[in-house]
C-alpha cells in the first residue's frame, strides 16, 4: 500500500504565506456589482493596501504588500512571522546556491571557478540583501532602511568571526601535545582550556591575513569623519569604491592562478589515493582479510603486514622499509613516486615524531585509514566486501579531477550531463529566490523594527546573519568535528574567505548604493566594530596556527561586545 508523502517544507510556507494575507491591513476587494467576490462575505479577508492608512507599526496602521500580491501586516507578531518565513525562504536561497556550486565544481574542477564564481555566488544572498534594502522608495526611506543592509554587513562578519569560530574550535578541539601541537583524532583531554584546540597550517593564517587587509576600504570611507571634513564625502565613498572593487578582482584572481587553497585539496586527495593503494596492496600481500565479516578490523592481521614490513625485527619502521614495501603498489596514472608516498605515510602515522613508525602507531593508522575508507564509500550503503576496490576507485577520480584532466571528466561524474543540469538548476533556482524575497524580508524587518520600536540595524545584525549563513555556518561546524589538522585548516581558510568577500564584494555594492542614490554616510559606530572583529581576529590568527580552547571564548565574548560597543556609541553618544 504507497505512503502518503506530506508537502514539502517550502510548499508548506508558501502557503503559510499566502494564509498569512489575511492579517494585511487595507481596503477588501469589492466585487463589479458591489457584492461579495466570495459567498459568506469571504472577500472581506482578502485585502489591498488602504489609500490612506496609517504608517505600518501604529495602531491598525496599513502597509504596503510587495509586488502588490505577498502578505503585509502593522503588528508585531505579524512580521515577526514574516521575517521568519522570509528569512527561511533566504535560507532555502543561500542552500540551493550552495549546492549548486558544489555540483559546478565536481564538473568543472577549480581554477577559475573555484577561484571566481565560488566566492562571489557564496556572497550573493548578503550582498542582494544589501542592495534592495536602499534601492526603493524615496531618498529619505531608503536612507532609513539603508540600515538594515549595514547591520546584515556587520553582523555577518562579527558572526563569522565570533560564534561560528568559536563553535568550529570547540567541536574541532583535539589533544595538545608538549609543542603545542594537535593530535588528529584525539580528544582524550576533555574541555581542558589549554591542554586540548585546534592546529591549522600556515596557509591558513595567509587567509586571515588577506581577510585582515580587506578593512582597508572601509578605513578609506571613514576618512571625512576621522578628520572631521565638512566635504569630501561623496569622493572617498566613491574611492572606497572603486578600491572594494579592485579588491574583489584581486583576490578572485589570487585564488584563480594562486590557488593553494586548491593545492591544498589536491594533497589531500593525493594522501588518500596513497591510502586507498597501500590498504589494497596490503589486503592481497596479508594473510587474511583487514576487516572482519562484519566490518571489525582485524587487528592481528594488521599487526602481522606490520612484522611482513619490518625487514629488519627491530619492532620499528624505517623510510627504507616503507618504500620497500610500497615499491609494488600500483598508482596507475597517477604521477606519485614512492618517496612522496612514504613521506605523506610518515607524516600520517609517525605520532611521535621520533622518524620511525612503531607497531601501535602503525595499528592505530591503519584502523584509522580503515575507518575513514569505510565512511567514504558506505555513506551511501551498507558495508560491502569490495569497499576497499570501491575506495580505491573514488580516490583516483577524485585525484584526476582536481588535475582537472579533461579526458578523465566523464569517468569520474557517472552523469555528467544530468549533473550540469541539476548544478545550473540549483544555481538559477537559489538566485531567483534571493532576489525575489530580499525585498519583502527587508520589508518586514523595517515593518518589525517600527512596529516593536527595536533598531532595525540590531534585527538585520542577529537575525538576518542567520538566514544567509547558516547553511555554510552548519556545513564548517560538520568539517570542523572531523577533528583533523587539514579538514580544520580548509575550514577556518573558508571563514576568512567569506569575511574577506564581505568586507569587498558586499560593502561594494553597499558603497554603490550609497553613490547611486547620494545617501548620507553616517555608520562610524558600525564600521568600528567591523574593523575591531577583524582587526583583532586577523591578528590574532595570523601569526599562530596553534589555538587552545581558551581562545574561542576570546571570539565568544567579541559578539556581545559588539552589540554593546554599537548601542553605546549610537544611542549614549550620538554617533548615528
Known amino acids: 500500500m504507497p505512503t502518503r508523502l506530506p508537502p514539502p517544507p517550502l510548499l508548506l510556507l508558501l502557503l503559510l504565506l499566502l494564509a498569512a494575507a489575511s492579517l494585511a491591513h487595507g481596503r477588501a476587494i469589492p466585487d463589479v456589482g458591489g457584492g461579495s467576490l466570495l459567498p459568506g462575505g469571504a472577500a472581506a479577508v482578502l485585502r489591498l493596501p488602504s489609500e490612506a492608512a496609517p504608517p505600518a507599526g501604529e ?86 532602511q539603508v540600515l538594515i543592509g549595514m547591520g546584515l554587513l556587520a553582523g555577518s562578519t562579527v558572526m563569522l568571526l565570533t560564534l561560528l569560530w568559536g563553535s568550529c574550535v570547540v567541536v574541532g578541539k583535539c589533544d595538545l601535545s608538549e609543542n603545542s601541537t594537535t593530535t588528529d583524532c584525539q580528544d582524550t583531554k576533555g574541555f581542558s582550556l589549554f591542554g586540548s584546540g585546534v592546529s591549522t597550517d600556515v596557509q591558513t593564517s595567509y587567509a586571515a591575513r588577506i581577510m585582515a587587509i580587506s578593512v582597508f576600504p572601509f578605513i578609506i570611507v571613514q576618512i571625512p569623519k576621522i578628520f572631521k571634513l565638512h566635504s569630501g564625502h561623496r569622493l572617498t565613498v566613491l574611492l572606497g569604491l572603486i578600491i572594494a572593487a579592485l579588491l574583489v578582482l584581486a583576490y578572485c584572481l589570487y585564488q584563480v592562478f594562486q590557488p593553494w587553497i586548491q593545492r591544498r585539496r589536491l594533497e589531500y586527495a593525493r594522501l588518500k589515493h596513497v591510502m586507498s593503494g597501500l590498504l589494497r596492496h596490503a589486503q592481497m600481500h596479508v594473510f587474511g582479510l583487514l576487516l572482519d565479516e562484519d566490518g571489525t578490523p582485524n587487528v592481528p592481521v594488521i599487526e602481522k603486514l606490520f612484522h611482513k614490513i619490518d625487514l629488519d625485527n627491530d619492532g620499528k619502521l624505517e623510510r627504507g622499509e616503507l618504500q620497500a614495501f610500497i615499491i609494488g603498489i600500483k598508482f596507475e596514472d597517477v604521477d606519485l613516486d614512492s618517496s612522496v608516498a612514504v613521506d605523506q605515510i610518515m607524516a600520517d602515522f609517525d605520532r611521535s615524531q621520533n622518524h620511525t613508525i612503531e607497531k601501535g602507531e602503525f595499528v592505530d593508522g591503519i584502523l584509522r585509514w580503515l575507518e575513514e575508507a569505510k565512511h567514504s564509500v558506505a555513506a551511501s550503503g551498507a558495508y560491502s566486501k569490495m569497499f ?73 545584525f542577529i537575525a538576518m546573519p542567520l538566514a544567509t549563513n547558516s547553511s555554510e555556518a552548519v556545513s564548517a561546524i560538520i568539517f570542523a568535528s572531523r577533528k583533523k589538522q587539514r579538514t580544520l585548516s580548509l575550514t577556518f581558510s573558508e571563514v576568512y574567505g567569506a569575511v574577506t568577500m564581505n568586507n569587498t564584494l558586499c560593502l561594494a555594492v553597499f558603497l554603490a548604493l550609497i553613490y547611486v542614490r547620494d545617501l548620507m554616510w553616517d555608520f562610524s559606530a558600525e564600521v568600528l566594530i567591523i574593523f575591531l572583529v577583524c582587526t583583532i581576529m586577523g591578528l590574532f590568527t595570523s601569526f599562530r596556527t596553534n589555538f587552545p580552547l581558551w581562545t574561542c571564548f576570546v571570539a565568544y565574548l567579541l559578539y556581545p561586545l559588539s552589540l554593546i560597543i554599537v548601542y553605546v556609541l549610537d544611542f549614549k553618544f550620538g554617533w548615528s
Open 388 to 460: 576497499l576496490q570501491d575506495f580505491h576507485t573514488r580516490t583516483r577520480d577524485e585525484h584526476n579531477l582536481l588535475l582537472d584532466k579533461d579526458d578523465e571528466d566523464g569517468e569520474a561524474i557517472e552523469h555528467p550531463t544530468w549533473t550540469c543540469f541539476k548544478a545550473i538548476s540549483l544555481l538559477l533556482l537559489g538566485t531567483a529566490m534571493a532576489a525575489a524575497f530580499a525585498d519583502p524580508l527587508v520589508d518586514a524587518v523595517h515593518n518589525f523594527s517600527n512596529a516593536t520600536s527595536i533598531p532595525s540595524f540590531f534585527i538585520s
Open 59 to 144: 495602531e491598525g496602521g496599513g502597509c504596503e504588500m510587495t509586488y502588490g500580491f505577498l502578505p503585509c501586516t502593522g503588528t508585531a507578531l505579524g512580521n515577526l512571522f514574516l521575517v521568519l518565513a522570509y528569512g527561511f525562504l533566504m535560507f532555502k536561497a543561500a542552500t540551493y546556491l550552495s549546492a549548486g556550486s558544489e555540483l559546478l565544481l565536481e564538473i568543472l574542477g577549480p581554477g577559475v571557478v573555484g577561484g571566481l564564481f565560488l566566492p562571489i555566488l557564496g556572497a550573493l544572498p548578503d550582498a542582494m540583501l544589501i542592495l534592495v534594502s536602499g534601492l526603493s522608495g524615496t531618498k529619505e526611506v531608503a536612507q532609513r
